[in-house]
């Protein structure tokens, strides 16, 4: 099994390349930061997490820009998102972000998607929370459509254009794997259709783990990797492998560079523990 981190990365937290080097350091595999545009001032809809929304959500980077300079700190860190707002997001703008990080970090990009949860900053892109589904999906077979074929077209309800050209192409074959987040069933429909890597939450039990790796190979999707994303301290590193995840990332809180280095020294430590 692999290791990683799951993280905001802000202007108030390590800097994203000291951040990828100490990972590299201290044998993580996975780095996977998170998105927002903005945060509406004026939010209705409620955080997951309760309470007051943490200020990081205010504060986060523009993850393609960030796992740049993590790339040009790392040769061997896997560089992810966990996940990108591909619904408000324009897809040749995104096409074209992740096919030049995955060619400029050698081919170490995961492209991992979820609908997101902030109606609010959703709206504020001209999305409509409730088509942000079948928004999503479209876009990410357009995505697919633009990466491999040299004058892309795509026809559906919500995305349209004619024939386009646009490269660079990404280092991977035939793309960067396209991980998709959530559990519910219309997220499990999108994993089977357009995902190479699904990105449960750490709380999903381990029942469901197994019933959808076995509903994966029913499927004849059994090819779909597993990354268990926002571990803890108190997480079982041996149930998660039993279970058949392939990737366990740890929830790192955004802090400034000592906080972090010393909080990672404990998640290494903690691995090393689980692994002997």
Not at 116 to 123: V, Y
Not at 131 to 139: A, D, Q, T, Y
Not at 222 to 236: H, I, P, Q
């Amino acid at each position: 099994m692999k290791f990683g981190v799951n993280t905001f990365v802000t202007d108030e937290s390590i800097r994203p390349d000291a951040l990828g080097r100490a990972l590299e350091e201290r044998g993580f595999e996975t780095l996977l930061v998170t998105e927002h545009s903005h945060i509406p001032v004026n939010r209705e809809t409620p955080w997951s997490g309760g309470g007051e929304l943490p200020r990081e959500y205010h504060r986060t980077y523009d993850p393609f820009v960030a796992l740049a300079i993590a790339s040009a700190a790392t040769s061997t860190l896997t560089l992810g998102t966990a996940v990108a707002l591909l619904a408000q997001r324009d897809v040749f703008q995104t096409a074209k972000e992740v096919a030049t990080l995955d060619v400029l970090s050698g081919g170490r990009v995961l492209f991992g998607v979820g609908v997101g949860w902030n109606r609010e900053e959703m709206r504020n892109h001209g999305v409509e929370p409730r088509r942000r589904g079948p928004l999503l999906n479209e876009k990410l077979a357009a995505l697919k459509a633009i990466w491999t074929t040299d004058e892309a077209e795509f026809h559906g309800e919500h995305v349209d254009f004619d024939p386009v050209f646009s490269w660079p192409k990404p280092a991977q074959r035939p793309h960067p794997p396209i991980a998709v987040g959530g559990e519910s069933p219309a997220a499990l429909d999108r994993l089977v259709r357009y995902g190479d890597e699904w990105l449960p939450r750490a709380k999903t039990p381990v029942d469901e783990l197994r019933r959808v790796s076995s509903w994966l190979a029913d499927q004849g999707r059994a090819d779909v990797r597993t990354t268990l994303c926002g571990a803890t301290l108190d997480s079982d590193l041996a149930v998660c492998a039993e279970a058949g995840v392939d990737r366990v990332t740890f929830t790192l809180p955004p802090s400034p560079e000592r906080e972090t280095l010393q909080y990672l020294d404990k998640l290494a430590a903690y691995v090393e523990r689980q692994k002997s």
